[in-house]
C-alpha cells in the first residue's frame, strides 16, 4: 500500500530558485528518507530525518518533519539544472524494522 | 568503495517466458538485499528480501522469485512471465537491517514483456 505521497506531482521552475516538495503519509513513522532518481537510473539517498527531529540539512538540501502533520517538505536552494531528476519520500513505519515504503515521487524539472 | 550492479539494462521477453535479472554487490559483507519494481509514474514496490544467504522474504505474491545464492548475489527470476511483469526492476542493499538505514540502489532493469 501507499503510504508517501508527494506533491506537486511536478514541478518547472528556473535555474536559481528554490524548489519545495511535499510528502504526506498515513501511519506513524520512525524515520523518512528522501531520494532522487535521474531518468533511468536507480534511487540515490539524499536525507534522512528521524521521527523525533524537526529539520535537518545537508548541503543545499532542507528537509523538515511534522508528525503531528504527518508531512514532511524538501527544500532544494538555489537549483541547478543537474537537480532535474524525480524526487521520493520514504517512511519507515512504526512495527516494521526493514522495510520502507516510496511515494510516486515529483518530477522536478529545472531550466537553465 | 561499495558498487552494485544489476544487468541487463534492458530485456524484451515474449508473455510465457523464464527469467533471470542478476544483481551482485562489491565491497561489502552480508549485505541486505532488495528487489523492487517501479512501475510507470508510480513509486517503488518492494518484492523480495534478503537478510543473507538463502534467507528469502516474499511481499508480494507474484509470479516472481528470488535467490541469493552467495552473499553478494541476488537473483530475481520467472518461470513464465505474464504481460503484467513489465515494468523497471530495481536491486538495492543496505549495510544493516532496519528502516533508517540508507538503501543504495544498481541502475534497474528495464523489462518489456511483448
Known amino acids: 500500500s501507499q503510504q508517501g505521497e508527494e506533491d506537486p506531482q511536478a514541478l518547472s521552475i528556473q535555474e536559481g530558485e528554490n524548489a519545495t516538495m511535499n510528502c504526506s503519509y498515513k501511519?506513524?513513522?520512525?524515520?523518512l528518507q528522501w531520494y532522487r532518481q535521474n531518468s533511468g537510473r536507480g534511487l540515490v539517498h539524499l536525507i534522512l530525518?528521524?521521527?523525533?527531529?524537526r529539520e535537518k540539512h545537508s548541503g543545499r538540501l532542507r528537509v523538515t518533519l511534522d508528525t503531528s502533520k504527518k508531512s514532511s517538505s524538501l527544500l532544494i536552494t538555489a537549483s541547478r539544472a543537474a537537480d532535474t531528476a524525480s524526487y521520493f519520500c520514504?517512511?519507515?513505519?512504526?512495527?516494521?524494522?526493514?522495510?520502507?515504503?516510496f511515494g510516486k515521487g515529483t518530477l522536478l524539472t529545472v531550466n537553465p | 568503495s561499495q558498487t552494485i550492479h544489476q544487468w541487463p539494462a534492458t530485456l524484451v521477453q515474449p508473455v510465457g517466458s523464464p527469467l533471470s535479472l542478476e544483481c551482485t554487490v562489491e565491497?561489502?559483507?552480508?549485505?541486505?538485499l532488495y528487489w523492487y519494481r517501479q512501475a510507470a509514474g508510480r513509486g517503488l514496490q518492494l518484492l523480495f528480501y534478503?537478510?543473507?544467504?538463502?534467507?528469502i522474504s516474499s511481499e508480494v505474491p507474484q509470479n516472481l522469485s528470488a535467490s541469493r545464492p552467495q552473499d553478494r548475489q541476488f537473483i530475481l527470476s520467472s518461470k513464465k512471465l505474464l504481460l503484467s511483469d513489465s515494468g523497471f526492476y530495481l536491486c538495492?542493499?543496505?549495510?544493516?537491517?532496519?528502516?533508517?538505514?540508507?538503501?543504495?540502489f544498481g541502475d534497474g532493469t528495464r523489462l518489456s514483456i511483448l
Open positions: 534478503s537478510v543473507g544467504i538463502g534467507q
Open positions: 501511519t506513524s513513522i520512525n524515520n
Open positions: 538495492a542493499w543496505s549495510v544493516l537491517q532496519g528502516s533508517d538505514q540508507p538503501q543504495h
Open positions: 565491497g561489502t559483507s552480508n549485505p541486505n
Open positions: 530525518i528521524r521521527s523525533n527531529e
Open positions: 520514504a517512511t519507515g513505519p512504526e512495527g516494521s524494522n526493514y522495510k520502507l515504503t
